[in-house]
């Protein structure tokens, strides 16, 4: 019978894809600034920098001033393009 995957062989998955919101509500992923909001930009280097990988874990870190129109460009632009993997954390706001 022929397997697909060996249950002794681990799987290796993707290293996360780190996407943040500044207080502006502009974007940097993997600390590279996209030169806009669009969401056109944002789906473009989402596919650039994972090379097209959709099981690339994508981590969506927000200043608490955000608009929340910036964090959900973001999901539902991943979304669309087939990332399930997101993870959502917050930068507590500067005193």
Do not use: W
Request: hydrophobic residues 40%; negative net charge.
């Amino acid at each position: 019978m022929h397997k697909a995957v060996s249950s002794n062989e681990p799987t290796q998955e993707s290293a996360p894809l780190e996407v943040i919101i500044d207080q502006q509500g502009f974007y940097r992923i993997d600390g590279r600034a996209l030169i806009d909001t669009d969401r056109n930009t944002l789906e473009t280097a989402l596919n650039q920098l994972t090379e097209g990988d959709l099981s690339t874990p994508l981590t969506l870190t927000a200043d608490a001033a955000v608009p929340y129109q910036a964090v959900v460009r973001v999901i539902d632009t991943a979304g669309a393009i087939g990332f399930t993997k997101i993870n959502i954390t917050t930068q507590p706001e500067a005193e």
